[in-house]
């Protein structure tokens, strides 16, 4: 289906009134091919896990780059750094490539842009970027969703063609709220009840209610596809499907968490008008230049 038909049709219909059924996917999942053999099983499980994507020493410098963005103060009023609900600790930078040269070099990098070149069969473009952080003892979790859902009903992505890669630049642990995914669940889009007040965004960032699944919608996935988790040493990468369902628990230990996210969208595949709510969110959460990354 072309993306001129995707303006037309909404094939992904979601923030209804009411109670709606399970959509079965039929856009690919890998939309080009695959050459690098980590990746093999991303079709079918919809992630892949690297293990040491980034070395030790660049670990290092971008654990000391994360520190200086937190305590930039020219970004304290800034609208793209978002602070936990609970307290004054950041939560999340967004648009991290565009005010840091040591992120914005690494994402163009062959051995990060390409693993989405392979899996989106295109040039991409940067749809959003930032850094997350879970605080030790206070760090509050993400509840169960998908990504693609909320790009397309307050973004306007048309298809789920489009991944995320998050790179540990912490001990992610089993314990401290890393990102637990449900495989195979991205062949199945999840519709989500409730219609998406003005300027959500505001809201979601810290805590998101609107554009998550039901409980029934969780406990039916999850018996058929099961639950897995991301855990690795800092430097290891998660890379995943727009659609997966994924989450993570609040972090009460006192090991904090803290990685580099972003999210690729294929070039041809740009954002239209959103399909479920009456604006588009600003740009710095979902970019609409679409400039192909060099």
């Known amino acids: 289906m072309s993306l001129t038909d995707n303006r037309i049709t909404d094939r992904y219909p979601t923030r209804t009134a009411e109670p709606a059924p399970h959509i079965e996917r039929t856009d690919p999942t890998v939309w080009g ?74 994402v163009r990098e062959s051995r990060i842009a390409g693993l989405a070149r392979q899996i989106l069969g295109s040039e991409v473009y ?10 030790g003892l206070s760090g509050a979790g993400f509840y169960w969703h998908s990504d693609f859902e909320t790009w397309h009903a307050e973004d306007g992505m048309p298809a789920p063609r489009a991944v995320s890669l998050s790179i540990a630049l912490t001990e992610n642990y089993a314990f401290n709220g890393s990102l637990m995914l449900m495989p195979g669940s991205h062949r199945t889009f999840v519709p989500c009840q409730g219609a998406t007040p003005a300027k959500h965004y505001r809201e979601s960032l810290r805590e998101q209610q609107i554009g998550v699944p039901s409980g029934q919608d969780i406990t039916e996935l999850a018996a058929v596809r099961g639950i897995t988790q991301f855990t690795g040493k800092p430097g290891s990468a998660l890379l995943f499907d727009s659609n997966i369902m994924h989450g993570s628990a609040n972090n009460i230990t006192p090991f904090a968490r803290s990685n580099i996210f972003v999210v690729f969208n294929s070039v041809e595949n740009t954002l239209v008008e959103p399909f479920a709510a009456d604006s588009p969110r600003p740009t710095y959460i979902a970019d609409r230049s679409f400039t192909p990354l060099g």
């Open 126 to 135: 940067i749809h959003q970027s930032r850094i997350n952080y879970m605080p």
């Open 33 to 106: 091919t695959i050459e690098t053999e980590q990746l093999a099983g991303f079709d079918t499980d919809g992630f892949t896990v690297f293990d040491g994507l980034l070395g030790r020493d660049e670990v290092v410098d971008f654990a000391a780059e994360v520190d200086r963005l937190t305590r930039d103060p020219e970004l304290v009023l800034d609208e793209r750094l978002v602070i936990e609900k609970g307290s004054n600790q950041v939560r999340s930078i967004f648009e991290v490539h565009q005010f840091s040269s040591m992120v914005a070099d690494l």
